[in-house]
């Protein structure tokens, strides 16, 4: 059973430039979250998503950055007009269901790390 | 706002001793928490978890004590081994409704020393 996957793994963009960062969660699950680790800091919320629908995206920038998690395919984080403080990794969970209990725990992807030059 | 804290951003144990990491929050309404373990440049990977209705939970070397008058938890292997040397990250979050976001410490970073 292959775990959440993430791709790329690295990516470098220029100013100004689009970055678009892809989770396919493991297999079964239907709930996507994306977190964002800052460099020396803990990983942030930032949107929690179900198939064709955005649930909470309180943690998100109000500007340039959207997700969407498709009937078909990937989840995706995009972010337009990079700037340097959106250096950081970026990670996927995903989870089967919500409610308390052993099936929410939420199972990470390996990152993204995005430089912004 | 930190709402999970943990205080010590590093602890060095010795191989075979008991690592004791520690974790607080502030929000009453946390009702799960999760500790994960997080080696350089991968992702976290869940180690164990509890419920606000136990005060324990055990999983192998690992357990996770909780003391909600506190709004404590710790997390204690033992015996510690060199393959846990990684930065640990305790969780939480709010279950029972139409989230589950999970609120992170900063991590503490785990070094067993051979």
Known sequence: NAGVMQNPRHLVRRRGQEARLRCSPMKGHSHVYWYRQLPEEGLKFMVYLQKENIIDESGM????????????????????????????????????????????????????RLTVL | DQQVKQNSPSLSVQEGRISILNCDYTNSMFDYFLWY???????????????????????????????????????HIVPSQPGDSAVYFCAASAGGGATNKLIFGTGTLLAVQP
Do not use: M
């Open chain 1, 61 to 112: 920038p109000k500007e340039r950055f959207s997700a969407e998690f498709p009937k078909e395919g990937p989840s995706i984080l995009r972010i337009q007009q990079v700037v340097r403080g959106d250096s950081a990794a970026y990670f996927c969970a995903s989870s089967p269901e919500t409610g308390v209990g052993p099936t929410d725990t939420q199972y990470f992807g390996p990152g993204t």
């Open chain 2, 37 to 75: 373990k997080k080696y350089p440049a991968e992702g976290p990977t869940f180690l164990i978890s509890i419920s606000s209705i136990k005060d324990k939970n055990e999983d192998g070397r690992f357990t996770v004590f909780l003391n909600k008058s506190a709004k404590h938890l710790s997390l």
